[in-house]
């Protein structure tokens, strides 16, 4: 818990990442933060346990690190996307931080609207590895205009959600089922902070523009990108 509550997305986090996520102010007078980590930590990397059910990951935000530990407690293959995350450790003004996690499916695409589509993060052109399992065999485009679907008789089990951060636009973010075992996707460690005190910083909004998010994942917004 971190006293100072002055961050706004976009801002350097504590653990010299980007914050992309502020929650709303909770009953404790508390506010949870999100920052991902400034450079990929992994390219070309497995999701892992192809033909094994993790089960019970979830797609919201703030769940990441329970997706993460559920996959840990469940896959015991090495060098998987998730087991990077949480093995990955780092200094910044003196202190260690490493309380890393693979984020959720919703983390992501917060991560896509919040950093990505604003010009910050330094990121890849591709696919980018969440921690929620696949349980659908088909899925509509953001536009709602198309239908996909997996291979005939494919297991959804054998997939895991991830984010195209190559063809999504500012508008929208497509999620895109890829197989476990496909070793091409990049991965992006978050972790997460609260703070407590009066919030000084505005919610959901940049540190140096005027960008207000107006729905979470964000695909509405009012004003102009920074």
């Known amino acids: 818990t971190s006293s100072n509550c002055n961050w706004r997305i976009g801002d350097t986090g504590p653990a010299g990442?980007?914050?992309?996520?502020?929650?709303?102010?909770?009953?404790d007078d508390e506010t949870t933060y999100l920052e991902c980590s400034r450079y990929?930590?992994?390219?070309?990397?497995?999701?892992?346990?192809l033909g094994d059910v993790i089960g019970q990951t979830f797609p919201d935000i703030l769940m990441g690190q329970v997706n993460t530990d559920?996959?840990?407690?469940?896959?015991a293959d090495p060098a998987t996307a998730a087991e990077l995350c949480d093995s990955h450790s780092n200094v910044h003004d003196g202190r260690t931080f490493d309380d890393w996690y693979l984020p959720s499916k919703e983390e992501m695409e917060t991560i896509y609207f919040h950093l990505h589509a604003q010009g910050m993060g330094q990121f890849a052109g591709g696919y980018y590895w969440t921690s929620t399992e696949n349980t659908v065999t088909s899925w509509a485009s953001p536009s709602g205009t198309?239908?996909?679907?997996?291979?005939?008789?494919?297991?959804?089990?054998?997939?895991a959600w991830s984010i195209d951060f190559y063809s999504a636009t500012s508008n929208f973010v497509q999620a895109v089922p890829n197989m476990k075992s496909i070793s091409s996707l990049n991965v992006r460690a978050v972790r997460q902070f609260t703070c407590g005190g009066t919030i000084t910083g505005t919610t959901s909004s940049f540190g140096t523009g005027g960008l207000?998010?107006?729905?979470?994942?964000?695909?509405?917004?009012?004003?102009?990108p920074p």
């Not at 990442?17 to 009953?27: C, H, L, Q, R």
Request: aromatic share 10%.
């Open 17 to 27: 990442g980007i914050i992309f996520y502020i929650s709303p102010t909770n009953s």
């Open 40 to 49: 990929d930590i992994g390219v070309g990397k497995e999701w892992g346990c």
């Open 146 to 159: 198309s239908t996909s679907m997996l291979p005939t008789g494919a297991n959804p089990a054998d997939y």
């Open 212 to 224: 207000v998010q107006t729905s979470s994942p964000p695909t509405t917004w009012v004003g102009t």
């Open 70 to 75: 559920i996959i840990l407690a469940s896959c």
